[in-house]
């Protein structure tokens, strides 16, 4: 095959429905290739084709009654993709394109992981050396490595698997090593939308989104991608989400920018104190009016940093300006000049620390932690709210600092 020259590298995954069948497979293949003609320079990744995992997980677990060992389930689960990678590859060569996969029973398998089998944790210094290894310089001499996404390997020689996202995360830490200029990930939506097809109508393509926003929606149960694979997207390399029915790996969908965040950590989140103004009152969760009232007077005074609701009271937590005794006076008038509201209560003073980092959903009992390490160091809580991969914390003014170390210390200890 004739290669036009091109100094453009990138990694490709190819997520399940995108292989579903002969056709679907054939125009992934061909996408590639033609990608090939014009010296891109290609890693390829492969989920297993279609619903191959779930059939092989059930079948696994129905014949074993339930009773695998996460370790023979894993050496499993990767046969999918192991088989994946060997048609893939095979294609490509019919197609005139030069290929090599990879296996994780090859000497050279490129993703090392942990012993943390069905979840394991790529050993992401390891995986480097592997990869500018074996896989670099296959790349840099115009041949497409096809990698089983998914799937890892430890050091002894056993066979894990990444977990959900497993794919995309080989994709990712493939990309960093290889210093692609772009992850694309061919999926079977137009790139990630605006809401679910399934429970809205007529959602829109985002052209871009960044990646703290995404993993928000992520954290929230949306199946774009997942929030532990979204820990490994470099920072400087842009991900691409396209649509497997075009066969075009240059149209638009949605670009990824940005990077999270890779370990737990607390910040004081405003430099100055911040004021906590409780309303009371009947049903007020009821009356949408009252709320926004409160939420538009916050905006004309101060900056609006969180907020609270049951069904009986609103708790307001702002920036405490050098105007707020104005902004307190225009809280009471709501209060007073509506019948649901009984009265207003204000805690001035008051630190707002945030804890964030990937991986704070999937950390057991967190919250707990950390109150119960300000509660033994006799450090009040004024509010607490979470919110997607962050916890916010309001604490006395003069104790922030105090309060600080403390949570670094417990995050520390996990």
Known sequence: ????????????????SSLADHERLSRAVASVAKEATKGTKIAVVVSAMGKTTDVLLST?????????????????LSMGERTSVRIFAAALRTNGVESRYFDPL??????????????????????????????????EKGVVPVIAGFVGRTLDGKI?????????????????????????????????????????????????IEVSTLVALADSGAKFIHSKA??????????????????????????????????LDVEIANSTPVAEITVVGRKLSEN??????????????????????????????????????????EIHNITLNNEQTIAMAVKRDVAFLKVSG???????????????????????IYGILTITSSILLFVDWNEREKALQLIKDSLRKR
């Open 1 to 16: 095959m004739k290669r036009e020259k091109s100094g453009r590298k990138i990694v490709v995954k190819f997520g399940g």
């Open 358 to 380: 990937v991986g704070l959903e999937e950390t057991h009992g967190i919250i707990g932690k950390i109150s119960e390490t300000l509660r033994v160091n006799e450090i009040n």
């Open 230 to 263: 979204l820990k490994y997207k470099p920072k400087s390399i842009n991900v691409r989400v396209i649509n497997h029915a075009h066969g075009d790996l240059n149209q638009v969908g949605t670009v990824i920018t940005g990077a999270l965040a890779t370990e």
């Open 288 to 329: 949408p009016q009252i709320v926004s009232e409160l939420i538009e007077k916050a905006k004309e005074h101060t900056k609006m940093l969180g907020m609270s609701m049951n069904t009986n009271s609103v708790i307001l937590y702002v920036s405490q300006e050098q105007n707020i005794e104005a902004f307190f006076k």
């Open 60 to 76: 696994a677990k129905n014949s074993a009654n339930g009773k695998l060992e996460k370790r023979e389930l894993d050496d499993i």
């Open 106 to 139: 090859d000497e050279d398998w490129p993703i090392i992981t942990d012993a943390t089998f069905s979840n394991a944790n790529p050993l992401l210094k390891e995986c480097e050396e592997k990869i500018k290894k074996n896989v670099l310089p296959l790349v």
């Open 160 to 208: 894990t698997t990444l977990g959900r996202g497993g794919s995309d995360t080989t994709a990712f830490i493939l990309a960093e090593a290889l210093q692609a200029d772009e992850v694309i990930l061919v999926t079977d939506a137009d790139g990630i939308m605006s809401g679910d097809p399934k429970l809205v109508a007529n959602p829109k393509r985002l052209s871009e």
